[in-house]
């Protein structure tokens, strides 16, 4: 099963990533976590310096980016659900379509870049105010995390995609633990069923 975590920027990703992976292990449940981007990668440096300033690309390319950071993985994600019952994505290919709405790109087009990447079995969305997310880092901040407006503008097409896709969302303006209650009350129901 692949349950990816998203959300704007300082929903708690990383954080309830962490968390959900510990409490699956003390469940017993063989758990793996993969973070996207990931900036160790050829790849995920090029990325890291374009959201830092240092690299500038066109939208398309950006995004086509990001996608191929995902496949850089793939086979990776393949040999790891062999080995575990849940691998928990800390974002996944769902941010790329909501950043790249987002950015002016057509939905269909982002999609097919990840057309063949394993997908998802469940999607939770953290949802956040911009004023929450400001809130919780103060400096270091990316392109994006710098932009309110643009970051409403992500809360908004997170939305409206969990609406279309079936994601579930979640308030996570709250504690952490409020928070883990909620992924955990999800996830628990959907292995149930």
């Given amino acids: 099963m692949i349950i990816a975590i998203e959300g704007s920027d300082q929903a708690g990703k990383k954080t309830q990533t962490a968390m959900l992976a510990k409490a699956l292990k003390s469940q017993k449940i063989k758990t793996?976590?993969?973070?996207?981007?990931?900036?160790?990668?050829?790849?995920?440096?090029?990325?890291?310096?374009?959201?830092?300033?240092?690299?500038?690309?066109?939208?398309?390319?950006?995004?086509?980016?990001?996608a191929v950071n995902r496949w850089e993985?793939?086979?990776?994600?393949?040999?790891?659900?062999?080995?575990?019952?849940?691998?928990?994505?800390n974002r996944y290919y769902h941010s790329n379509i909501v950043y790249g709405i987002a950015n002016g790109l057509k939905e269909k087009w982002l999609e097919s870049l990840d057309a063949s990447v394993p997908k998802s079995d469940l999607?939770?969305?953290?949802?956040?105010?911009?004023?929450?997310s400001f809130s919780r880092k103060k400096s270091k901040r990316d392109k994006f995390e710098k932009n309110k407006l643009f970051l409403k503008k992500i809360s908004q097409i997170y939305r409206k995609l969990a609406k279309k896709h079936k994601w579930k969302?979640?308030?996570?303006?709250?504690?952490?633990?409020?928070?883990?209650?909620?992924?955990?009350k999800i996830i628990f129901k959907k292995i149930g069923s």
């Fill in 32 to 66: 793996a976590i993969f973070d996207f981007p990931d900036y160790s990668t050829v790849i995920g440096k090029e990325i890291d310096a374009y959201l830092h300033g240092k690299r500038k690309f066109p939208p398309e390319i950006i995004h086509y980016l990001y």
């Fill in 123 to 132: 999607v939770i969305v953290l949802d956040v105010s911009q004023t929450e």
């Fill in 73 to 89: 993985k793939v086979e990776e994600i393949k040999k790891s659900a062999t080995k575990n019952s849940i691998l928990i994505m």
């Fill in 169 to 184: 969302i979640i308030d996570a303006s709250g504690t952490k633990q409020e928070t883990h209650k909620e992924i955990l």
